[in-house]
């Protein structure tokens, strides 16, 4: 019998003498005949130590950035994970637990999230943050959803070209079942800040990411004209923020936005093949009933200590059912309270640190590669991304960059943007030593 | 605590919880820590040229600063006023907290799956599509689907993609005046909930005396509404714990109408081995890979929610999908008529290689033997506490689940509530309450099988000691828990005056 299983044959059969019944089996007599006990093709039971020993074989084929260069970017993030953080979210006290519905018992998760809500209200300039979302795809998406239903049946959703395309694709799936449409796709990607041209009595939300896909970085005053322009026709600005970068910069909440969304994977959580992640979701505190997702409130107890409990669930699905904001249930819980230790172990000036290191790295790179002949670096400000032209295929550069240089290269502009054939986005980080960044340079600049 | 002698509180004990509570005073909140100039990380130097700041740098960041060691004590100290599967019994009925092997968390985090980039060429993580290649073959076989889709990250996702997939569908199919969706009252919340975010109207169909769908209501809907169906969906063993006893019938009178029918995968702990739920019909299906496949809640999540459907359904799953081509060479793929992408990338990966691993270390016999051993605890513990407690459908046999009561005979000012917060002072975690909504005063319990006859003696044990406080000392129960970190919280207070940050954000 397996490990998991404490059972041993004794306890079995005085068990089902206890229900009263003689077999196992009789318990699936409802279950149709024709039907009951199929034949499971499956492949045969490992042991623990064959089963790392195939999982071992299989990550094995994987190139992985430990010992790859990686320059690519583009919705997921490469930064150092302080070990701090993976010793706490390794405690089975937090990794086995539910959600923490009573909370008497889980003051731990409780408590951890309170501060993560309040460390991401201070790096983001918002009101108030939700727990969280499932990443920065369905963050966007929900954000778009409550902008519309809060929208008294506006039928448009402006999203900026540079949204991240994929969530783009997340949002359209979400709106699905509603009567929105989602324009702004067929905008040029250089004419973000004319967006405001677009917006008219029927559109619900503006949505902005910045730095932007491409890495374009706009002032807070070009994200404040937007904010203006959105609330003056009645919708909401949606902003879609990279949280290193607010390390660094000016926050959405500094420029107007109504709600601030993203993605929180680079706050502690590795790249691992896309997920999990964390979406994050900040407010104002006026919206805040309206919000899809979970959030914890400090109250006290009966003797009068101070604790915290899951609150405003008179939105949730679980209250509400089909009358809820949102259906969202489990989501990210341990991605936010790895953010959280991330956050409080880089502190105030950590983050700031980190940010600037990748601003500074990404420079120094866009400077060196912006000089190789054949070689085009996209003008304008940026924080740590940025679009090159290259001289050669983008596919051909990378499979250059990996089979010679050892270099996971840029991310591919053309699929999603033709007008930028040609152009690769380029991602630097802390992690990405100076050595590396010149490798990088002296192996395009060979390929030229 | 479990499996050792009982020693609950009583006014003259010692608490028994003592795991939970560090000492008398609370845990101060990682701002209360901070103090300027202090920091929890280590970082490198600036190895390159600074460049110019762009404009709009950000004045004031208002994060703690805390020392390492100040910081992990923080968190230690958190992480023992919080009680998971490791810690004691977490009987949390739908929820399936089964034991989280170590080993899955050992495979999640080997370099070559945590430190991939979803964006890299497919020849350069070729191990890790065939992990999702074959976790996708896997789980449709275990089911009896044509084609799964990794992509959803929970359950209610999974739900979401699932009645997306249908209406798609039936609007290929030309059926443009489909919009209605059934759900049984005794469902989870999250299916009215999916439905209405799906643009779809929710009607709610009764239970009948023995907790099945009830079919007379049933066919009364389709006579005058069929040609509006989009489908039902269908918890299978339902909230009541009980596998429906008309399941074919229901499936059939809905195919009949034109519509789909949805499996919500939240109880198929109970199925592994035992049926394929796309052998008797249903169409769509989603996975709890945190439930069922045994990673870990996190205290809410990271979850999984693979969708399987059946073959008619399969161009229309989320993607991109894993396919293999002749040559042996994983590829992804977006289904020729996909509802589109539900998540960016591919799905919670992490979670995925833990189920993978869970599978792999079971094979066919492994999974059955999970099913038979939680629906066999399940029964037990039914057996044990129906006298005891009410249990609405007890004279049935349940499958990894069942429903009792709150209601105490000789206490009548005694409720669930106050059970479910002694049980705490036994160092148990509470079942789920007040669900489903159809049983009033309801304690839902589901023991998992990795929980052995010791721990479930212990847990009826202690609910027949409840039950003696009940009606001997009933302020006991009112009052409890007594032997946690804080007492009953005021969560009227908290929803009136929400207090959501540190240091106020206070909205009144």
């Known amino acids: 019998m397996s490990n998991y299983i404490p059972n041993t044959d004794a306890d079995r059969a005085a068990m089902l003498a206890a229900v009263g019944v003689a077999s196992i089996d009789e318990f699936f007599r409802v279950v149709p005949e024709g039907q009951r006990f199929p034949e499971l093709r499956l492949p045969p039971a490992l042991s623990e130590m064959e089963a790392l020993r195939e999982l071992n074989a299989l990550q094995d084929m994987n190139e992985n950035l430990q010992d790859w260069r990686c320059f690519l970017g583009a919705g997921a993030y490469h930064h150092f994970i302080p070990s701090v953080v993976d010793a706490i979210i390794s405690r089975s006290e937090f990794y086995t637990a539910y959600t923490p519905y009573q909370p008497e018992v889980s003051q731990g998760t409780l408590q951890a999230h309170f501060e993560f809500q309040s460390m991401l209200v201070a790096l983001t300039g918002m009101e108030v943050a939700i727990v969280s979302h499932y990443d920065g795809g369905t963050a966007v998406a929900e954000a778009v959803l409550m902008a519309v239903h809060g929208s008294r049946g506006r039928t448009k959703a402006l999203i900026s070209p540079t949204v991240h395309p994929q969530y783009r694709e997340v949002t359209r799936t979400y709106l699905e079942g509603t009567n929105v449409e989602i324009v702004g796709d067929d905008i040029a990607h250089d004419r973000v800040l004319s967006l405001g041209e677009m917006i008219d009595d029927q559109t619900a939300c503006l949505v902005v990411q910045n730095p932007d896909f491409l890495g374009r970085l706009y002032t807070p005053a070009e994200m404040q004209a937007l904010a203006d322009t959105a609330h003056a026709a009645g919708a909401m600005f949606i902003v879609s923020a990279y949280p290193i970068s607010l390390g660094l910069l000016a926050p959405p909440g500094s420029y107007g936005a109504d709600i601030a969304v993203g993605e929180a994977q680079p706050l502690g959580n590795p790249v691992a093949f896309g997920g999990p992640y964390l979406g994050y979701f900040t407010t104002k505190m006026e919206l805040v009933r309206r919000s899809p997702g979970r959030i914890v409130g400090q109250t006290v107890d009966v003797e009068g200590e101070r604790g915290m409990v899951l609150t405003l669930s008179t939105r949730e699905q679980h209250i509400r059912r089909e009358k809820a904001t949102s259906n969202i249930c489990s989501n990210q819980a341990l991605n936010a309270l790895a953010a959280a230790v991330y956050m409080a172990a880089l502190g105030k000036n950590g983050m700031r640190q980190v940010a600037e290191l990748c601003y500074h790295k990404a420079h120094y790179a866009a400077e060196l590669i912006g000089k190789l002949p054949g ?29 010679l240089h050892g270099i996971i290269g840029g991310y591919d502009l053309e699929p999603d943007y033709p007008a930028l054939a040609g152009h690769m986005l380029l991602c630097v980080t802390e992690m990405n030593t100076r050595q590396d960044i010149e490798g990088l340079a002296q192996a395009l600049g060979e390929m030229a | 605590m479990i499996g050792g002698a009982l020693a609950p509180f009583q006014t003259e004990n010692v608490p028994s919880n003592a795991y939970l509570k560090r000492n008398n005073m609370s845990e101060p909140l990682i701002y209360e820590l901070s103090k300027p100039g202090r920091i929890g990380a280590n970082l490198p130097a600036l190895d390159v040229p600074a460049a110019a700041l762009p404009e709009g740098v950000r004045e004031g960041l208002p994060l703690p600063e805390v020392a390492e060691v100040d910081l ?152 005058e509404h069929g040609p509006e169906l989009v489908g039902l969906m269908l918890t299978n063993p339902n909230t009541l714990g009980l596998f429906d006893e008309h399941v074919e019938e229901i499936i059939r009178l809905v195919h009949e109408a034109g519509g789909l029918v949805y499996g919500d995968g939240a109880n198929f702990n109970a199925l592994l081995g035992i049926v394929k739920p796309g052998a008797l019909g249903f169409d769509v299906m989603h996975y709890n890979l945190h439930k069922t496949f045994s990673t870990p809640h996190g205290g809410g999540g990271p979850g999984a929610g693979p969708v399987g459907v059946s073959a008619r359904l399969a161009a229309y799953l989320p993607g991109p999908v894993v396919h293999r081509d002749g040559d042996g060479n994983f590829f992804r793929h977006m289904p020729e008529r996909s509802i589109g992408r539900v998540k960016t990338f591919f799905g919670n990966f992490g979670v995925l290689v833990r189920a993978y691993t869970y599978i792999r270390m079971h094979g066919a016999a492994g999974l059955r033997a999970v099913s038979e051993n939680a629906v066999l605890n399940a029964n037990y513990l039914q057996a044990k506490l129906k006298d005891t407690y009410p249990v609405p459908y007890g004279d049935r046999l349940c499958m990894h689940e069942f429903v009792a009561q709150g209601i ?33 005063e309801a304690l839902m319990i589901e023991p998992t099988e990795t929980e052995s006859k010791e721990t479930l003696d212990a847990f009826v044990e202690a609910m027949a000691r409840i039950a003696e406080e009940a009606r001997t000392d009933p302020q006991l129960l009112h009052d409890a828990p007594h032997t946690t970190p804080v007492r009953r919280l005021d969560e009227v207070q908290a929803a009136r005056h929400p207090i959501l940050c540190a240091g106020g954000c206070d909205m009144t």
């Not at chain 2, 964006?119 to 999702?132: F, K, N, Y």
């Open chain 1, 375 to 403: 070689y085009a670096v996209v003008p304008g400000p940026f924080f740590n991304e940025f679009a090159v032209r290259c001289p050669r295929p983008v596919a051909d550069t990378n499979a250059n960059l990996r089979e």
């Open chain 2, 72 to 223: 992990v004590r923080h968190y230690v100290h958190l992480s023992q006023v919080n009680f998971g599967v490791d810690t004691g019994f977490y009987p949390l009925g739908s929820c399936t907290m089964k034991y989280n092997p170590k080993v899955n968390e050992v495979a999640a985090r080997m370099p070559g799956f945590a430190q991939i980039h979803p964006l890299q060429s497919e020849e350069s993580v070729q191990g890790a599509m065939r992990l999702m290649y074959e976790l996708q073959n896997l789980l449709a076989e275990i089911a009896g689907f044509a084609a799964v889709s990794l992509q959803p990250a929970a359950g209610a996702q999974g739900e979401l993609t699932g009645t997306l997939i249908m209406r798609k569908y039936l609007l290929d199919q030309g059926q443009t005046g489909r919009s209605i969706i059934l759900v049984p009252d005794s469902a989870h919340g999250t299916n009215p909930a999916t439905s209405a975010m799906a643009g779809m109207k929710v009607v709610t169909i009764p239970s009948d005396e023995r907790g099945n769908v009830d079919l007379a209501a049933l066919r009364k809907f389709i006579e």
């Open chain 2, 408 to 440: 105490i005979e000789g206490a009548p000012d005694v409720h669930t509530l106050d059970i479910a917060k002694r049980l705490i002072d036994f160092g148990m975690h509470p079942p789920t309450i007040y669900f489903p909504l159809i049983v009033p």
